[in-house]
């Protein structure tokens, strides 16, 4: 059995929330036998694994508070996510979280600064123990060809 984890904010957030049931639904899909899990990035399991990689678990606010910013969601408006709709068809059928492609375009800064930042930024996609992809919802395609790579071995 493949260990894939998520590591998020409890409550998870839309984008973690999100890349869990794709990743949930692209295991059944390509018949992966896997544990698909969801753990707080404050989580003793989430502290080790972003340390082995020299980094600390964080959110785009542990991000922005770091670079001296504030993140203002109020700035994220429906316009915003108009903007994006094209970007967010793919992710439709699993959406039901609030997530837009939007809302992870108005967090990619963050993302781009944090690892400079000593922050391995939520969402954090863990397969088998190894760092995948942090800080945003990956393109479909990718998590795919991931799940795929790790059903192959």
């Known amino acids: ?6 590591i998020g904010t409890n409550p998870p957030c839309p984008r973690c929330s999100l890349l869990k ?6 295991a059944a899909d ?8 969801h753990i707080t990035y404050t989580a003793p399991e989430a502290v080790h694994f972003a340390q082995s ?3 600390i678990p964080g ?7 770091v670079l001296g910013q504030r993140i ?8 915003n996510a108009q903007d994006y709709a094209n970007e967010s068809k793919p992710y439709e059928s699993y959406n039901n979280f609030g997530w837009s ?15 400079k930042s000593g922050i391995l930024m939520t969402p954090i996609l863990m397969i088998n123990g190894k760092l995948i992809h ?10 795919k060809k991931w799940l795929i790579m790790v059903h192959k071995q």
Do not use: W
């Open 1 to 6: 059995m493949h260990d894939i984890c998520i």
């Open 59 to 65: 959110t785009a606010k542990d991000v922005a508070k």
């Open 53 to 55: 990689y020299g980094l």
């Open 72 to 79: 203002d969601l109020s700035e994220f408006n429906k316009q």
């Open 21 to 26: 049931k794709i990743v949930e639904e692209l």
């Open 101 to 115: 492609y939007g809302l992870d375009e108005f967090l990619r800064p963050y993302e781009d600064a944090a690892e």
């Open 30 to 37: 390509e018949n992966l036998v896997a544990d698909v899990r």
């Open 134 to 143: 942090a800080g945003s919802v990956p393109a479909i395609e990718n998590i």
